[in-house]
Every structure is written in structure tokens, then in C-alpha cells.
Antibody, heavy 116, light 106 residues
Framework: QVQLTESGPGLVHPSETLSLTCTVS????????VYWVRQPSGKGLEWMGR???????SYNSALKSRLSISRDTSKNQVFLKMNSLQTDDTGTYYC??????????WGQGVMVTVSS | DIQMTQSPSFLSASVGDRVTINCKASQNINRYLNWYQQKLGEAPKLLIYNANSLQTGIPSRFSGSGSGTDFTLTISSLQPEDVATYFC????????FGSGTKLEIK
């Protein structure tokens, strides 16, 4: 059974770095890619970046300068780090699996609030 | 960048009604268009991939059509459990989402 579960702090202070973890089960990180998607509060869904099955990464050009994605295949985890957080980064962050059918399975998401 | 325009934003229909939701791409995306259902507090669920392929386990009342720039999700007979937000995703050139359609029962 394919599952993705996001975890991380619910509250981040402005200008600090967000660190999120996506823990997967039911598939291998060397066979599928994992993507990060977010929905800032009051806005639409936005693709952030991906960790490909072969370890390569790609990022949304709008976020590239602030974003880093890595993984630990032994722990079945993919990590997202985004620096210089501002209040408009508040929202829900998802990880999702791809790319054979676009994004097929999603985590439930983790709510992140950026506030002092 | 490819933009996706989804309509309507809100839809109210009766049980048994045929419901359609549309997504229009700003340029040709071939058939690389997915439809998702998201219920409150739950993970998004893939309904349709590549414009018209029904994901395993999804009821046959859901169907998708279109190619190029214009796509439609159809629910042939609306059920109470279909109350949710529906959104589209283009995956032809990177990834862009529609703005979502909130579906309620009249």
C-alpha cells in the first residue's frame, strides 16, 4: 500500500528555514520520483521541486534560489529545506509520487505557519 | 509557463445530476492532464490521468475527455460522497494546477 507522510514544524519564524520530511512506504525511492507541492493560504497549488528516482533534483524557477531537496533511501525519506521564509509562505505542504501518471499518490499535507 | 484556467470555481448540483468541470490550458498539453478529488482534511486522490484514463478503484461515473488545450471532467450521476474540491494538473511541461472547483450538493 503506497503511503506518503509529511512531517515538520507547524510554526516557523520569518526569515528562518523550513525543514520538512516526506516518509514513504509501499514503493522504492529508487523506482519513483517524489515531488513537493504547496498551497499557500488563499492561493492555488504550486509545484515546488522534485527528487527523481536516480537522485537528480529539479526546482520551480520561482523558488529555486531558496529551495533544496535531498533524500535518504535507507530511511525511505525525502527532505525539503526552504530558506528565508516569509508570511506568504504560510500554507499546506504536500509530497506526492510520480511521474508515470503525473502525480498518483499524495500525502495528507502538513500545515506550516510563518509568524513571529 | 503553461497556465491552467479551471471553471467553474463553485458548483451546486442535485444528487443524480450530470456534472461537468472544465480546464483550459494556455498552450497545447497533448493529453497530459489529470483530475483530482480532494475532500476536507484528506489527501488529494487521482481520478483521471492522461485526460481520459480512469485510475484503478475510481467509480465509472467519473470520466475525462479532451486533448490539446480543452479538457472536461464529467460525473455522470452525482452522489452525496462526491462533495469535494476538484482540480486539474497539466504535466506536459513541468506542472501547473487549475484553481479548483468546489462541488456541493443542492
Amino acid at each position: 500500500q503506497v503511503q506518503l507522510t509529511e512531517s515538520g514544524p507547524g510554526l516557523v519564524h520569518p526569515s528562518e528555514t523550513l525543514s520538512l520530511t516526506c516518509t514513504v512506504s509501499g514503493f522504492s525511492l529508487t523506482g519513483y520520483s517524489v515531488y513537493w507541492v504547496r498551497q499557500p493560504s488563499g492561493k492555488g497549488l504550486e509545484w515546488m521541486g522534485r527528487m527523481r528516482y536516480n537522485g537528480d533534483t529539479s526546482y520551480n524557477s520561482a523558488l529555486k534560489s531558496r529551495l533544496s531537496i535531498s533524500r535518504d533511501t535507507s530511511k525511505n525519506q525525502v527532505f525539503l529545506k526552504m530558506n528565508s521564509l516569509q508570511t506568504d509562505d504560510t500554507g499546506t505542504y504536500y509530497c506526492t509520487r510520480g511521474p508515470n501518471k503525473g502525480f498518483d499518490y499524495w500525502g495528507q499535507g502538513v500545515m506550516v505557519t510563518v509568524s513571529s | 509557463d503553461i497556465q491552467m484556467t479551471q471553471s467553474p470555481s463553485f458548483l451546486s448540483a442535485s444528487v443524480g445530476d450530470r456534472v461537468t468541470i472544465n480546464c483550459k490550458a494556455s498552450q497545447n498539453i497533448n493529453r497530459y492532464l489529470n483530475w483530482y478529488q480532494q475532500k476536507l482534511g484528506e489527501a488529494p486522490k487521482l481520478l483521471i490521468y492522461n485526460a481520459n484514463s480512469l485510475q484503478t478503484g475510481i467509480p465509472s461515473r467519473f470520466s475525462g475527455s479532451g486533448s490539446g488545450t480543452d479538457f472536461t471532467l464529467t460525473i455522470s450521476s452525482l452522489q452525496p460522497e462526491d462533495v469535494a474540491t476538484y482540480f486539474c494538473l497539466q504535466h506536459n511541461s513541468w506542472f501547473t494546477f487549475g484553481s479548483g472547483t468546489k462541488l456541493e450538493i443542492k
